[in-house]
Each structure stands twice: as structure tokens, then as C-alpha cells.
């Protein structure tokens, strides 16, 4: 496995795969790499003959410094999960190779990053689409792979590649969660003991609202009630939002027609969460 | 040549053209080529293997819809004149099939955008920025092409490569005259008579201007109201702006230094012309 650094070095690096002809796929991660990333990336493994994973805790989608500061970095163990998988290239530039000083052109989002964690983290989605242009235009990958834990991320950066006629093809890696539920996330292992137990509770709310709708409910409204009730059980949970939403266009929705998204964000000591599902009638 | 209309078709060329090893030059315009632009083909012609030449009237980068409107189209004429010079693609796409009616993602330049046409014009340059990335993901060119009189334009399309790590190299192309002086511009056509013996004195300002500073003049405060002293003289010219700024971050500067651009912006019976040129010190 090849590490690479400097932009400039992945650059020529893609240029060179381009003419050779083989297909690249892209995992872009901020580090910390737990049993989801590995999805995505043994994902991508079956999918190109090189696989990309780039390696970026990037400074401009974190509204808060402390999140940013504090966001977990374990370049080692990365490296060696990377090789044990396959991985042809881990691309982990620092971030002043990434942006100038007076960097100012930006990519931006302006209808499905209104609502869910685009409220309630400004600038967040210009910083995603960004990074996510940037990274795509280094590497030039034929396919790139996101989680859908991170849903709203994952719609976006597919609009982007259509509105912007990005020649990549996204692939979407389903949530991996640990064996009580909670979805993985870098951000977990930051959660004291206690907190960690209360997690699981924003899985088990998911899986409620899944239930009523099987068992023939259609009120959103009923429905957000029912996981917040079971949210604000836990002293330390504060709810960011709890919302049913339009599969396509992320819009509120009021009653459950076919298959709508259930996306919940939370505080647990400080620490962001988000988990969603798919509410299906049977 | 061919006659492209369908961004896939465009889409899948390029790809072919990838895997093949040749080199691709773009040429994005507006159509109703005249002299200026053919100078931009015959640089691309003389530095890539293919020539792609874009013809699209950006809806989105005019604020006024009639100037939109009254751009000239002249699709017959400017295909003769690109098979001529021996351009492989012409890439003419209708509007519907560049943009989706739920379009959602654009660029932003925020700091060289801020003064000269894109005070006058809010919104042109995120026209312009997404447009031409657009072009370029759909044609994956090696080079494009862009020319000086669309000043700020050319350095905005620069700065968005870089920030944005697009695979490209832009090439200038020199600032194309009538016999008189006169930039070359498709809106040129769209002058009476009288208008288009008065526009002269765009370029004759400009000229007076240089040779003060080759004199010795350093104050800009001087040099901007000579100009505007010519410009009021003819009382069909309106002036939008008369500036001298910084050769890299296009601000404002008050003496000439070593070298500083000269730009104008003027309305003649409400047609818009635009001019630049290069004070030096000699």
C-alpha cells in the first residue's frame, strides 16, 4: 500500500491510472476507521481494480472547534486496517496542502442540506461538497462509496454529482452497527460508559417507529412523539431534531404514503449522534 | 465534426477519449463566434490532439433576461466556422438537458468575484463557475481555453481550478481587436451605428491611460479620471465602472507599482461592453 501525502502526488497518481485504464474506486473517511469504514472499503474492493481511501479530517464542514479538535485521530491503526483490506493508496494530505490561504471558491448545496443536521450545523454541507469535489477531482475515481448513516450526506453528494455532471459513480454502503444496535460512528468511542449504555436507546426508538408504521400507523406526528418520548427518558440524551422525511427530496412529511426516512440527531454528552431508517409500509 | 447535443453522448466521449491517450482542449462559448473566439480554437488546435468547442448561452449567468434574450444566436454560421478550423466536437446542448428543474448545487467564488462585473452583476460569476465546471466534467479536456477580455472571468475560472483541484490547465488567449481598437465581442453586432463609432473611445481610454503611466503617472485617482473624462464625452456611453486593481487579487490599488490592470465596463444604448489592459511601468 502506497501512502500518499501531497496533493500534487495523487494527482499524477490519477492521471497515470486514467490512461492505464484500470477502474478506481474512492472511500473518502475522516480516519478513525471502525467496522463501517471497512464496508465501504471492502465494498469498494469489489468494485474496482484500485481502491482509494483518503484520510481527511476536514477543518471546514466542523461548526464547533472543539469537535473538530477533539474528533478522534489514529493515523496507525488506519494504516494497518487499510493494508490488512487491500487498500492500493491511503491519501492523507494535511489540511494546509489542502486549502490555500486564500482559498475562495466553495460548492454549495441549496436544497436538500435546508433542513435535518444542515440547521442545525451551518456551513457543515459547504464544507462536505467541498472537500468531496476536491478529493474526487484528485483522485478521479470511477466510483465513490458513502455510508448511509450519513444520509443527508449521501443525498447531497449524489445531487452534486448530477447537478455538477461529475463523472463518478456513487455507491451507497449500508449502516453497520455495533451488536446492541447503535449505529458505528468515530464519535462513539468518545462516550463515557454511561453514556454509551443510553446510546442504544436511538436505535431502539428507530425500530419502534418501524413497528407502528408495520402495524398500520401513518401519523408522522404520532410517530415523532412516540421516539421522543423514549429519547427524553435519558437525562443525559438532548434531542437535536427527530423528523419523517420525503425519501427524495428530504422534506417534512405529515402522513407515511409508501417509504419515507426517519433521521434522528442527538447530544449525548456533548457528543453528536445520528442514526435513520427507512419507515416502510408492509 | 461532430455535432454533439446530449450531455451523455458528450459524457461518454470524453471517457473514450480518456482510455484512448489523446489529449482534449476545450473552448467554452457563448456562440456567435467572431475573431476572438477563432483565435481561442486555433491556440487549443495548436496544443491538444482533439478540439471541443462548447456553444451554450448560459441562462443563468445573465441577470437581465433580456440581455439573454438578445444575445445572438447564430448556430449555422458558427458550426461552418468551427468545421473550418478543424474542430472535432461542437457541443451544442439545449438548456433543458444542462440544467435539471430541481438544480440544487452551485459554485461560489467569494473573494476576486466581489468587485468589478460581479458587483454590477450579482449572481453571473456562480453562473459562470458552475457552468464551466459542468462543461469541463462532461468534456474531461486537458486544456480550455479562455480569453483575456473576459478578465475577471479568466482569473475567477483560474482560482476555482485550483481551489477546486480540477485536472486542467487553462490556457489565456490574447484579446482579440477590430481595425479601430474595439474588443471583439458578440455583443458588438448588437451596436447602431453611431454606438459602434462612439464604443471606440473604450480602447483609446485605455491607451491614453498606459501612456501616462509609460510618462510617469503612479496616481490612480489621476488615471481613472482621465479616462472618465473621455468616456462623458460621448453622451450615449454610460460608465458602470472604471478601475485599476491588483494584477492578482483584482482589488483597488491607488499607485501603480510595477504593474496594475486597467478595466472598464460601459452601457451603449444599454448593450455592454467590457475592456481591460495591462498598465506597466516602463
Known amino acids: 500500500m502506497q501512502l500518499i501525502d501531497d496533493p500534487e502526488v495523487m494527482a499524477n497518481w490519477a492521471k497515470k491510472r486514467r490512461r492505464g485504464g484500470e477502474t478506481v474506486a474512492l472511500v473518502p473517511t475522516m480516519g478513525a476507521l471502525h467496522a463501517g469504514h471497512l464496508t465501504l472499503i471492502k465494498l469498494a474492493r469489489m468494485h474496482a481494480d484500485e481502491v482509494v481511501v483518503s484520510l481527511f479530517v476536514n477543518p471546514i464542514q466542523f461548526g464547533e472547534a472543539k469537535d473538530f479538535t477533539h474528533y478522534p485521530r489514529k493515523l496507525e491503526q488506519d494504516l494497518m486496517q487499510c493494508e490488512a483490506l487491500g487498500v492500493d493508496v491511503l491519501f492523507a494530505p494535511s489540511a494546509d496542502r489542502v486549502y490555500m490561504k486564500d482559498t475562495s471558491v466553495w460548492v454549495d448545496e441549496e436544497l436538500l442540506s435546508r433542513g435535518l443536521c444542515g440547521e442545525s450545523r451551518p456551513g457543515h454541507f459547504r464544507g462536505v461538497c467541498t472537500i468531496v469535489l476536491k478529493l474526487l477531482n484528485l483522485v478521479q475515481p470511477d466510483l465513490a462509496v458513502f455510508g448511509e448513516k450519513d444520509l443527508q450526506q449521501l443525498r447531497i453528494i449524489e445531487r452534486m454529482v448530477r447537478d455538477l455532471n461529475i463523472p463518478v459513480e456513487i455507491l451507497r454502503g449500508k449502516t453497520v452497527r455495533e451488536s446492541d444496535g447503535l449505529a458505528m460512528s468515530s464519535r462513539n468511542q468518545r462516550l463515557s460508559e454511561g453514556a454509551r449504555l443510553d446510546a442504544v436507546v436511538i436505535y431502539e426508538s428507530i425500530q419502534g417507529a418501524k413497528k407502528q408504521v408495520e402495524q398500520g400507523e401513518r401519523s408522522v406526528e404520532v410517530l415523532i412523539q412516540a421516539v421522543r418520548d423514549r429519547l427524553v427518558c435519558l437525562p443525559r ?46
Open 237 to 282: 440524551i438532548v434531542i437535536d431534531y427527530v423528523v419523517v422525511v420525503d425519501d427524495v427530496t428530504l422534506k417534512p412529511i405529515e402522513r407515511i404514503h409508501s417509504t419515507a426516512l426517519l433521521a434522528i440527531a442527538v447530544k449525548l454528552e456533548s457528543i453528536r449522534l445520528i442514526d435513520n431508517d427507512v419507515l416502510r409500509r408492509s
